[in-house]
């Protein structure tokens, strides 16, 4: 089977909310009273789409600094954004996501996210600061959102005890994160990890749970989900050329019958896609 040609160009949004964005905001149900504070590796999109619907936003870069690479080595561009390019949220017969009250929030369709960094306005700016080690007070925050960063910003039980710290008894404490399911093997780890060698490997859900009431905080709401995303948009992310058309190879024989890469790649419109698990995750400071 020959390989499929890349995907074409992702065109910006126009400052629409994605659908697989908007499903994070009803998870977040972010109120007019909070106060809120966003804790990301570089410029997510959180802090424009949240600013609007809560009473004060805080926006956090947490990027560490980069280190220097081994003599003889070139360094690689670190993956700042968390751009999607196109993606296919398919539930399968998993119950949609519910709010506080119990009501169910609907589930999205295809959406594309706008790889760029959004501009906060002038009263906003983005701190620079350690996830480790946040300048906030105790209880500062009723809100506090960290999307698709948590394991790229240090220590990633310290960043929860730091997110639980600066949340005030009663607030929420989100987690926007890849897992994969407790019963998967670790060997869908392989290619993200050819990828990028610094990933970290992805948490089952039970072991992400388990990382939070450890930090001192308790699960109010789970929302797990499939995804399925283009290839070329993610494969930009890696490491060289060369690696990027061995992880490409592989999917395409799995999907011409060879061996499983944990991807579950296929076809569509003729371009190669394949599934990641994403959950959210609600918890709050255990007093």
């Known amino acids: 089977m020959p390989l499929p040609h890349p995907a074409t160009a992702i065109q910006g949004t126009g400052g629409a909310i994605a659908p697989h964005l908007r499903r994070l905001l009803e998870f977040v149900e972010p109120d007019r009273d909070d106060v809120c504070l966003d804790v990301s590796r570089g410029h997510g999109p959180m802090?424009?789409?949240?600013?609007?619907?809560?009473?004060?936003?805080?926006a956090v870069d947490a990027m560490p600094a980069p280190a220097d690479p081994a003599p003889g080595t070139s360094r690689r561009m670190?993956?700042?954004?968390?751009?999607?390019?196109?993606?296919r949220i398919t539930d399968g017969d998993s119950p949609p996501p519910t709010t506080r009250s119990g009501h169910a929030t609907r589930g999205a369709a295809t959406t594309r996210e706008d790889p760029r960094p959004r501009t906060l306005d002038p009263d906003?700016?983005?701190?620079?600061?350690?996830?480790?080690?946040?300048p906030y007070r105790d209880n500062t925050f009723s809100l506090v959102t960290a999307r698709f960063s948590l394991y790229n910003l240090g220590d990633?039980?310290?960043?929860?005890?730091?997110?639980?710290?600066?949340?005030?008894?009663?607030?929420?404490?989100?987690?926007?994160d890849l897992v994969r399911g407790n019963l998967a093997a670790p060997d869908?780890?392989?290619?993200?990890?050819?990828?990028d060698p610094d990933h970290p490997g992805t948490p089952s859900i039970a072991r992400l749970t388990e990382m939070i009431t450890s930090a001192g905080g308790s699960i109010r709401?789970?929302?797990v989900f499939t995804v399925e995303r283009p290839v070329e948009p993610w494969l930009a992310g890696a490491c060289d050329d060369v690696t990027a058309e061995r992880i490409r190879t592989a999917l395409v024989d799995e999907v011409d019958g060879g061996p499983k890469t944990g991807a579950k790649p296929r076809i569509i419109g003729?371009?190669?896609w394949f599934t990641q698990s994403w959950a959210h995750v609600a918890a709050e400071p255990i007093p």
């Open 47 to 58: 802090p424009a789409a949240l600013g609007p619907q809560v009473r004060h936003l805080t």
């Open 78 to 87: 670190a993956t700042v954004e968390f751009g999607t390019g196109p993606v």
């Open 124 to 134: 906003r700016p983005t701190i620079k600061a350690d996830a480790t080690a946040l």
């Open 156 to 176: 990633p039980d310290h960043v929860l005890r730091e997110l639980l710290r600066v949340c005030r008894p009663g607030g929420r404490v989100i987690i926007a």
């Open 188 to 195: 869908r780890d392989r290619i993200e990890r050819l990828r």
């Open 221 to 223: 709401r789970l929302d």
């Open 270 to 272: 003729g371009e190669l």
